[in-house]
């Protein structure tokens, strides 16, 4: 992987944006720091990525994440990059790959590039050029899309992964032999109002359910023959919402893979599970 300090991206479908993106006025989001081979090939592997894969780099460098991505796990893709140098070297190695036909490199502002059409996304950047960029990927990716950060977590994020490796070949670059991989899965949009349907044993009528929503954190509250319950544990992953309901003095655990307004899962309690269901009503704004 390359460390522009600003984000590595890895994305899904056409290459269609790389003109419009590559405006005459860019972000300088940091100095370029070439990153070891090893951990390229290690979150190309964290992330799955796969022939089905568009990768997106953005702040490229000399483009070795995405000519990896596209050589060794056969992907496409692109990169932005700032520095007009670095983006000639990069299209002139995939040339010479004989990769030209899979990937692009251009000049461009990261925090301009359109990435909604990633499936997997990479940083590199410093902690608070990370975090100027959470809203943009809640906002833009789909959920489910993979999204790694190099060192530096996304604040408010919880991961489905992380890796710790000790690498000797990163002492000249960072100063550091540390080296974290932050794995996480861009979150369904859940806030609002749902009417579920629950076990009748818990509950003989339908309940409403009230979420709120920061990234990957889930709070609120549920309805229950007239009674309000908070949630808690709530959280989203991908499609994949999980909380904890207290009802008649005992904890039960919920989990629901959620698309197009509707959560399908089962109800955990007491080691039993019990199948419910639910349908967004209202969405918050």
């Avoid at 899965?185 to 920061?214: F, H, N, Y």
């Amino acid at each position: 992987m390359t460390k522009t300090l600003r984000c590595l991206a890895i994305c899904l479908p056409a290459l269609c944006v790389w003109s419009a993106q590559a405006a005459d006025s860019v972000v300088d989001a940091g100095p370029y720091v070439p990153s070891p081979q090893s951990v390229v090939a290690d979150m190309l592997k964290l992330a799955g990525v796969g022939p089905s894969d568009f990768l997106i780099d953005l702040g490229s460098g000399d483009g070795r994440i995405v000519l990896t991505a596209a050589k060794v796990f056969g992907a496409r893709g692109f990169g932005v990059e700032i520095n007009d140098a670095l983006v000639r070297q990069a299209n002139a190695a995939a040339k010479a790959q004989g990769l030209a036909a899979h990937v692009r490199f251009v000049r461009a502002d990261l925090f301009k590039t359109d990435i909604s059409r990633a499936t997997v996304l990479t940083m590199y950047l410093l902690p608070n050029t990370v975090n100027l960029l959470r809203d943009k990927l809640y906002a833009e990716l789909k959920p489910g899309t993979r999204v790694l950060s190099h060192d530096y977590p996304l604040e408010g994020w919880q991961p489905v992964e992380m890796k710790h490796m000790d690498l000797d070949a990163k002492l000249p670059i960072s100063g550091t032999t540390t080296t974290l991989l932050y794995l996480y899965r861009v979150p369904e949009k859940v806030a609002g109002r749902w009417r579920a349907t629950i076990p009748a044993s818990l509950s003989a009528d339908a309940i409403e359910l009230d979420l709120t929503q920061r990234y990957t954190g889930v709070s609120g509250n549920a309805r229950i023959a007239g009674t309000r319950v908070p949630l808690t544990a709530g959280r989203i992953v991908g499609h994949r919402l999980s909380f904890t309901l207290s009802i008649s003095g005992r904890n039960h655990g919920f989990e629901a893979d959620v698309i197009d307004g509707a959560a399908y899962g089962a109800v955990n309690s007491e080691g039993r599970r019990a199948a419910w269901r639910a349908r967004r009503s209202t969405q918050a704004n």
